[in-house]
Every structure is written in C-alpha cells, then in structure tokens.
C-alpha cells in the first residue's frame, strides 16, 4: 500500500511556503464560530453534505491562523486508509512542535479517532477535520469523549446564497410581520428560482443551464455519496437500489414514505428500504420528519421523508415541480432552525405540514382559500394556537375568531426570525 510522499503531503500545503490557499473571501456565519475555539482544547470536526463547503472552510481558518499549521486530503482512495494518515501527522509532526493538522474527509479512515486521540492526549498537536458522514464522525465520538467538538455544516441558506451574489438582505424582524413586509425590499423571482435549483451549492453561483446544474450536482455530490462513500463505510448490498432509493424521496420530498410499499416496486425487503433510508440520512442526503405524538407513536407510524435541500430534489427530479421544491425549501430552513419539528395528520385526514414549536404551512398558490386552510384552523383551534404562517405565492393576512394565518412570501419566509415570532 503506497504512503503519500513528500512530494504528495507538499502539494497539499501552500503554507510550507508562507503562501494561504485560494478560497472566497466570503465566509458563512459558522466560520466565525468555529474561529472562536480554534486552538482551544478541543478536536474540532466538521460535518456536512458533500461540496457544501469544508473543506472551503477549513482552508479559510487555516490561512487567518497564526503559528505551524498543515494541511491534507483523504478524499483520494489511494490515500484513504489508516497506514497513511499515521504516515501523514507522524511527518508534520517531525517538521514541527505541536503544530495545527488540518485533515480533509477523515471519515473515511477506518480507526481515526484513536490516532487522533492519542496525540491530542500528549499534546503534540491541534487537529481540525471534517467528514461528509455523520455516522462517520458520530463513531469516533465515544473514543473522544470530552475531547470533540462537532459542527455540522448544512446547505446554503438562503441569506447566504444571496450574499454570495453580491446581494445584501438582512434578517427580517417577525414581531410586526406588517410592518416588516412594508418596510422590505423585495427579492426578485429570479433569485427564489436560482435558490430552488443550485442555492445549496456555491460553485455553481455563476452556472445557468439547467443540464450543466443537474449534471454537477449528481457527480460531484450524489454519485460520489451513493457509489463510492456510503459502501465505503457500510455494506451495501445493492448501489442501485440505494440510488433508486434516494430518487424516490427527491421526487417525492415532502411526502409520506411507506417502506412496505416502496420495496415492493423496488423488489427488496422493507428492513432493506429502512436501511439504506438510514444511509443516505447519515451522508446529509435525506431527512424524515415524525409525525406528532408519542414517542411510540411517532417510532412506528410513517414518516414524512425530505431531500435535505431542494437542489438535490431538483437534480434528480424528471420535470419541475416548484412546489415540491418551495416545500422542500420551507422544511430545510426549519430543520436548519428548530430542534423540534413533525407534521400533523390525524384519523379525518387533517394535515398540517410543520408543527412542533410551530405551526407552518407550504400553499405555493397565487390565492390562498378557506378550503385550503380548513386542517391549519383545526389544528390551531384544537391545540390554542394564535398564529401560524402559510408560504404562498403573495403576502396576506387571514382571521378567524381569534386566529391570524400569515400568508408569505417565499423569500420573505426564508429571511424571516422566527425566533421572533409568536405562534401562541
């Protein structure tokens, strides 16, 4: 097995020569805190969706850090193995005293977290290092109990998205969404599309044609995920099926998944559909959202499921559905946002898409009705909630008896605190 050589671990660091790496120069708001405790005690990692930007990051703590700091990658097989990341610190540490190791896609190193550990406790280094799989850093936790401190890098927020375009947009206040909406400089429809498609991935910023976007993101991102990174770390049986799996939840994200049903068409076991559900939600591909209840409840009953971002929805859906992508939109500022999150339905086929500790609704229509909020009035009146919003197309103020239902705006919700905002 070939261990990198001086010439491969040089490569990787422009620092040897007094020079940073060439990264933007924007920085998302959790560099700032991750900066904070770099060179504190702490092993720091960092988790998230491929190609949403940590390695970015890890270069840009890298070039503002004072003092003997190294860089490598292990997203090359070759190098992807336990022989050569010992081979890898054991040389930095020749070249220098308690230096900062930076290690790219260290997750995918059977065995990390006891090296890393080892001279951690001795004190021969700093080490910040990411991984594109939870599971893959959630491992190496128990080894470095008290020692790790995890941050996990979601896709792009919208606000993000726009700063990146050179657009400035705030947070906008939620306690007078009236006079917030008066006083807010509005988004253009070009924008919402632009986020729906690539917002969750930065490099594709200055990319319009729709194959180009498709085709980036499923190479770079979903085929490496599924092919190469999840058999890496699991046995899977079948790459199709997964593959099949996962293009089934983005075209359909926002629906009800029954895995019985699913793996009948597919031809494989419902225990096989769970599994492979699990995967893709560990590589940040997938979420599931319990229905409201119990505990018990919610562990057996079907689950809505969620590409993580719309932009993986839109890579591999067969045409375009805005309002899947609006709703899957909707659901990852939510995720993103709130530590408790469900939906509703019940026994009379009231449904309400988000709830927890609140209550919204994706209505990606000109014109909101009566009819369509039929569940959301049940649901507030049957649990005494004041307010709730619904994402449509136009802003709008519906009451009943003492209840206000906010209609928004897609982009004025995505930029909105709803920290701020009372829904009892």
């Known amino acids: ?51 949403v930007g940590k390695t970015t990051l890890l270069k840009q703590l890298g070039n503002n850090l004072r003092g003997e700091k190294f860089f490598f990658s292990f997203e090359e097989d070759l190098f992807a193995n336990y022989a050569s990341l010992k081979h890898v610190v054991e040389t930095f540490l020749e070249m220098s005293e308690k230096p900062t190791i930076f290690l790219d896609e260290i997750g995918r190193i059977k065995g990390w977290a006891g090296l890393l550990k080892k001279y951690h406790d001795l004190g021969k280094a700093k080490f910040i290092v990411s991984g594109s799989s939870a599971l893959q850093i959630t491992k190496g936790k128990e080894s470095l109990a008290g020692r790790l401190m995890e941050y996990t890098l979601m896709p792009w927020q919208f606000e993000e998205f726009l700063a990146l375009k050179g657009i400035v947009a705030k947070k906008i206040s939620a306690k007078s969404i009236e006079k917030a909406y008066l006083q807010w400089d509005k988004i253009g429809e070009t924008e919402i599309t632009e986020f729906l498609k690539k917002g969750g991935f930065p490099e594709l910023l200055d990319v319009q044609n729709e194959t180009d976007i498709k085709k980036y993101i499923r190479a770079s991102t979903i085929d490496k995920i599924v092919f190469e990174d999840i058999p890496h770390i699991f046995a899977v049986e079948d790459k199709d099926k997964l593959y099949d799996i996962l293009c089934y939840v983005a075209r359909e994200s926002g629906n009800i998944l029954l895995p019985s049903h699913l793996g009948q068409a597919l031809e494989v076991s419902k225990d096989t559909v769970k599994k492979y559900l699990f995967y893709l939600k560990y590589a940040y591909l997938v979420e599931l959202l319990p229905i409201e209840g119990s505990t018990i409840k919610s562990f057996r009953r079907p689950k809505k499921v969620y590409a993580s971002c719309p932009s993986i929805s839109y890579a591999l859906s067969l045409d375009y559905d805005e309002s899947r992508l609006v709703e899957t939109a909707v659901f990852a500022k939510l995720n993103n946002e709130s530590k408790e999150l469900f939906f509703f339905r019940d026994a009379q086929k009231h449904e309400v898409d988000f709830t927890g500790k609140l209550v919204i609704e994706s209505k990606w229509k000109n014109q909101i009705t009566d009819a369509d909020l039929k569940s959301l009035w049940y649901f507030m009146k049957k649990k005494r909630i004041k307010k709730a919003i619904v994402v449509s197309k136009h802003f709008e103020v519906k009451k009943k008896e003492d209840m206000l239902v906010y209609c928004l705006p897609l982009a004025f919700f995505l930029l909105l605190d709803l920290t701020e905002f009372k829904f009892k």
């Open 1 to 51: 097995m070939p261990l990198p050589t001086l010439d491969d671990i040089r490569s990787y660091n422009p620092w040897l020569k007094g020079e940073s790496f060439e990264v933007p120069s924007f920085k998302r708001p959790i560099y700032y805190e991750i900066e904070r405790i770099v060179g504190k005690k702490f092993i720091i990692a960092l988790t998230g969706l491929r190609r």
